[in-house]
């Protein structure tokens, strides 16, 4: 069974604090890592797509990474409007399935 | 940019009531999803569909149904609303992709049953 974990639940930083949200997953075989930003009472937005292993993207302050076991969710300089949950999702290669399996989510707070 | 809407953004409905939500998406994707997302629980998958007419089940689906008439429309439908109901939906599309299929969820409802 595909499973996703992501440290840590909670998260407080000062402004310019950088720092590191984890996603933990083990798939059979991986058709891509997903990451979403989600502030309160509204939906995921989405930010990365990723692929393979060693495959890296950026955004502004964030910049995600993944190796064949996690990926990283590098926040560079946090500003308080980054404050928001962060969705990490997995889709498995195996079994022709369309459904990703989310993670539980990293509550983020920047402090002015 | 994927657009994906939903009906209304707050409800509050009665302990029986029939309760309708609708969702759209405008960049014709083959799937849509429904999903709810309650506090220490993280988003369940209600129902899918990956065509006209089609629906599979999700995790959840029990009181719950779906109905997708249209390629742009996926409507999830409270038959008896209750209170554990009460909570956040999300609607979500995504191409269909053989690869990674990246889902775009629209801005949620948030329902309450009374």
């Known amino acids: 069974e595909d499973q996703v974990t992501q440290s840590p639940e909670a998260l407080r930083l000062q402004e310019g604090e950088s720092s590191s949200l984890n996603c933990s997953y083990t798939?059979?075989?991986?058709?891509?890592l997903f990451w979403y930003r989600q502030d309160p009472g509204k939906g995921p937005e989405f930010l990365f797509t990723?692929?393979?292993a060693g495959e890296e993207k950026e955004k502004e302050r964030l910049k995600a990474t993944l190796t064949k076991k996690e990926s990283f969710l590098h926040i560079t300089a946090p500003k308080p409007e980054d404050s928001a949950t962060y969705l990490c999702?997995?889709?498995?290669?195996?079994?022709?399935?369309?459904?990703?399996?989310f993670g539980r989510g990293t509550s983020l707070i920047v402090h002015p | 940019d994927v657009k994906v809407t939903q009906s209304s953004r707050y409800l509050v409905k009665r302990t029986g009531e029939k309760v309708f939500l609708e969702c759209v998406q405008d960049?014709?994707?083959?799937?849509m999803f429904w999903y709810r997302q309650d506090p220490g629980l993280g988003l369940r998958l209600i129902y899918f569909?990956?065509?006209?007419?089609?629906?599979e089940k999700g995790d959840i689906p029990e009181g719950y149904s779906v109905s997708r008439e249209k390629k742009e429309r996926f409507s999830l439908i409270l038959e008896s609303a209750s209170t554990n109901q009460t909570s956040m939906y999300l609607c979500?599309?995504?191409?269909?992709?053989?690869?990674?299929?990246?889902?775009?969820f629209g801005p949620g409802t948030r329902l309450t049953v009374l």
């Open positions: 979500a599309s995504s191409r269909g992709l053989a690869g990674a299929d990246t889902q775009y």
């Open positions: 798939v059979s075989g991986l058709r891509g």
């Open positions: 990723l692929y393979s």
């Open positions: 999702a997995v889709q498995d290669r195996s079994g022709g399935s369309y459904i990703p399996t």
């Open positions: 960049m014709d994707h083959e799937n």
């Open positions: 569909s990956y065509d006209v007419k089609m629906k």
